[in-house]
């Protein structure tokens, strides 16, 4: 008998010829993650099972798997030979202290086992009753279940719970995208919502030190530490100066326009490079309506400067209640609720333009030396790579 985790996968199972490819990818992102763990992947039919860890680790492993993309769900299981014997002892002794109801589930995947589930379910549930009194049945709604799950390599695996995981698929199938990060609760969450389809992040963070602190730096880097979790252990962060840029705008053009020219130069700057770096996708915290800089006009205008690189908005039709609920449950909002400035909460205009003509807008660009701005703050980029915390 051996102690497991059992890992179910779950729209991956649906992908026909390219399966191996998804399979491949999410076995490695598993065994990277368990490393710290000295725990080892393999692999049967439709699972996967994680063996070796010390039991004083598993609690932190399976909070660990929980994060990993394309894992739809696990189970901490025991591993017996397929022998309804040994299944019934096993089930009766993990069933030993228990009180209520109960129901026994059997999963047969392995079809030459002599019983069927329903068979099978009711032996062992009969003994299960015969070794403790203080259970009764319930297969309607049971307090308690234990489950059986035959599987087709001759071993059978019991457990009481299932966890749910991420779901989705595994960090790194869609490509890279580059999210821009600010301190703030929403991008967290969009990079965090497309990390669970498959995209693997980098980031892209704008200040404007000194008029931002060196706080709002840790900030986002502590942000970054939690996003690395769910993004197969690490996170290249880019913060981008653009301190002069600002300064120029706020001095030559007209200041309802401040925040529309900072975000053509915000995104100018992530389309290139993204373009560097082979990344496939810009990916924000925007959700329509949500500020000035939100309506359809401004991100119209906006996502103009962007030539030929996906723009992502996961979270364009969220209402901030329910980007919140993703970021306490990714443990990000404690942290983005800290007050700290950004780059766009200095030189605020006082009624900024919620509806931008494209024209206007690049009036107002041809006022200073926009290229050469974009140039300038390019080259201050440096890049930080964060990992996420090991065990
Ligand atoms: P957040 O959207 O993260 O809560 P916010 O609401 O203060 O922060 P908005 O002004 O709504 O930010 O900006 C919309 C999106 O633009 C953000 O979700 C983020 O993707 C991007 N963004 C804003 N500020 C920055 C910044 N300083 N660095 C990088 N990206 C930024
Ligand atoms: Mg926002």
Known sequence: MEKC??????????KGKNRKFFENLLENNI???ANPYNAVVS?????FLLT???ASDEKALISC????????????AYCIDSNLNAITDLAVSLMQDEEGTFKVETNRADKTFPLNSMEISSHVGGKILEKNK????????????????????????IFKDTIMGVGGMPVGCSGDGLLLLSGGIDSPVAGYMMAKRGAKLHAIHFHSFPYTSELARLKVEELAKKL??????DLEVYMCSMTHYQEEINKNCKSDYNITLLRRAMFKIAERLCKEKGFKMIITGESLGQVASQTIESMTVVGNIVKDTQIMRPLIAFDKNETIEISRKIDCYDISIRPYEDCCTIFVPKSP???????????QEKLIAFDLLVDEAYSTIEKVVIKAKEK
Request: a positive charge; hydrophobic letters at 35%.
């Open 5 to 14: 985790l059992l890992i179910r996968y779950g729209e991956i199972y649906l």
């Open 31 to 33: 065994q990277n993650a």
């Open 43 to 47: 692999r049967i039919p439709g699972r």
């Open 52 to 54: 070796g860890y010390k």
């Open 65 to 76: 798997m929980k994060k990993q993309a394309g894992i739809f769900s696990l189970s901490d």
């Open 134 to 157: 203080n259970l009764k049945v319930d297969v309607i709604s049971p307090e308690k279940k234990i489950n059986i799950d035959i599987r087709e390599n001759k071993k059978t695996y």
């Open 228 to 233: 690395a979790e769910y993004n197969a252990g």
């Open 353 to 363: 333009v919620i509806k931008p003509r494209l024209e206007n807008v690049e009036a």
